[in-house]
């Protein structure tokens, strides 16, 4: 039993970025705890101004190198809205299949190599290598098969090559796509594998009713397109996302936090299973039973779980994508449509693996960006994750003072937060 | 070889996507064998635990703020040997465009009208604020580079990063000039190094890995400014755009902001 503690964890380990956890026990009651985001600043919206279209798709995916095909396909999407540039139907499944890629590659980095340490009382990855070896090469397996989709389309995962403005400057061959899905294949056995680790994981007991927001569609399951979605019961079109998601400051913290139709909401994994539960494959929604996911899921720890599940319906619906390119025959060129520049606004939303995701860019008649506006993932989950945090850690105070940071450390893993990529997220000392 | 005897390597991230980071760790396997060779003793993004002491430090970002010129400066007196990762690192990348504004503009842009405290300076790679023993460039890095730079440090070895135009690869590799397809590509003036992965896949190369040594930027503009009186396969980029000097300014900006460069039109010889 704790009465009087000062948990600070100094740049938490094995997240993208870097944050801090501060919690405060005083005579047995929480006082406060809060995750403080210490990332450097980076103004990725001030500095895309005054950069031709063109750079723009080129430099906004380097917000993040974990999601960058996520990045990349937003500012896609925006920069075609506000050109009126329409792609190819072949480049729309390509980008879907992309799209899976990254997801299938970061979920699984996540869930094998930032995870699952916790759940073996490791420090990293490392020690398993000797402990769970099989496990390990799994998931680097699963990752790389992940970012081999990628990089078929796209040249390599991390900022992805060819993907500009009205199409792909080179497509593939039948053949590649062809070898692509015997691998995809053979991948789902170790997914299987994979959902049978996680079936032997006891995954820490938190519910908090909150908000999901993510992307709906009507008939798939939504990464690339959608209309925006809360579980209050709400959709708008995604033209309509200022309406809805306020982005605010709060005075102890350095990141804007969001809020929609309650005074938080959560958005990633969890978010996505639960708002689209029926659009998912059979074989992930049997993972899902297998792995007592059943929705709706108020648990945020079961946000690694929920990657786990759709890493099964991405492995699943890069077959299916693949199947349907190569029913209707691959253009394997450059096949991208010639771009006219024009003043104008455009918004492209994606779920990105963490989470919806907004970009937002005015062009002037040269095509020369002069607004950006980006909101991210990861900073819409900031007040939902100290909400869970504020109500978790009463329920953990009979436990020590080390098992108290651990479990706090685990909660915001399981968000799995991308803070580089935060970049509304500034350090500042408001005086 | 008992495990005390491995050199001990440590991994550190300023100001950037982190995406080099992840690169290593897409070497998947291949990682393994490299840990045959060295203990990994601090990788925040990968490992809880860091230690005090390492002899090879990888570091990847720019430096954006007072703490963090403290911070390289501790890992540079601590570390033998200082590998910089990525073109953040090393020439300041995309970090550096904010440079053009004033860093209390950037943080009116950010926090509007609210008074801010910041230490925040402009942007600068690493390699301008210690002195570094490696440099992997790139943004990403190569990995096959990454391979070879990690074992001239294990053996002790300089590394020479190659400094021919990414034109030298793209030509051994007979790919198609994007110029042709009306592409604004800096291949003739970029470090290769990357086996002209972009041109690869009939994109346009748009500098990431910096400029070659004694790059003829002046005559570079004048290719793009004046391209239909020097060569017929300019046509296509004459027909598709007009860059004008500000266009190319600002393309060169994508990647190479430090330090500044000073572009003119035509006025050298030598295109």
Known sequence: MVRDAKINVHHLTRVEGHGDIVAEIRDGRLEDVKFAVVEAPRFFECFLQGHSYEEVVHIAPRICGICSVSHKSAALKATESALSVEVSRQTRLLRLLAFNGEVIGSHILHAYFLALPDFFDAPSVFPLVQTHKDSVLRGMRLKRLGYDICEVVAGRHTHPVGMIVGGFTCVHSEDDLIALRERIVQGLEDMKETVRLYKSITIPQFERETEYVSLTHPDRYPFYEGAIHSSEGRTISTSDYRTAIREYVVPHSTAKHAKWNRREYMVGALARVNNNFKLLSPTARQAARDLGLEVPCHNPFMNTVAQVVESMHCLEDCVDLIDEMLSHGLVARDESVRVVPRAGVGIGVVEAPRGILFHEYGYDDDGVCIAANHVIPTAQNLANLEADMREYVPQILHGTEEHITHQLEMLVRAYDPCISCSTHVVHLTVR | ?271
């Not at chain 2, 897409?26 to 993004?45: A, F, G, N």
């Not at chain 2, 200082?82 to 860093?103: D, E, F, M, Q, Y």
């Not at chain 2, 842009?109 to 402009?122: L, R």
Request: charged share 25%.
């Open chain 2, 1 to 271: 070889m008992p495990s005390s005897s491995k050199p001990k390597a440590a991994f550190f991230d300023f100001a950037c996507c982190e995406g080099c980071q992840l690169t290593v760790l897409q070497l998947e396997e291949t990682l393994l064998d490299l840990l045959e060779h060295v203990d990994i003793v601090t990788w925040r993004e990968v490992m809880t635990g860091e230690s005090e002491s390492y002899d090879v430090a990888f570091c990847e970002g720019s430096i954006t703020r007072e703490r963090d010129v403290e911070r390289i400066k501790k890992i540079r007196e601590t570390a033998g040997i200082l590998v910089t990762l990525g073109s953040c690192a090393g020439i300041g990348c995309h970090n550096a465009v904010r440079n053009k504004w004033p860093v209390e503009e950037l943080l009116q842009k950010v926090y509007g009208t609210e008074e801010v405290v910041s230490d925040a300076i402009p942007a600068r790679p690493i390699t301008a604020v210690v002195p570094v023993d490696y440099q992997v460039l790139g943004c990403p890095i190569s990995l096959p580079e990454f391979v070879s730079v990690f074992k001239h440090v294990l053996t002790g070895r300089k590394y020479y990063p190659p400094n021919q135009p990414v034109c030298v690869e793209c030509k051994l590799n007979d790919y198609l000039c994007v110029y042709e397809k009306g592409m604004i590509c800096l291949g003739p003036v970029t470090r290769c190094g990357c086996n002209a992965i972009c041109t690869s896949r009939g994109d346009a190369c748009h500098g990431c890995r910096g400029l070659i040594e004694n790059a003829n930027l002046n005559a570079m503009v004048k290719v793009f400014t004046e391209m239909r009186k020097l060569h017929p396969i300019m046509d296509a980029v004459a027909d598709r755009h007009r860059p004008t000097l500000e266009q190319i300014r600002r393309r060169f900006a994508v990647y190479n902001n430090w330090p500044e460069l000073k572009l003119e039109r035509g006025t050298t010889h030598g295109a």
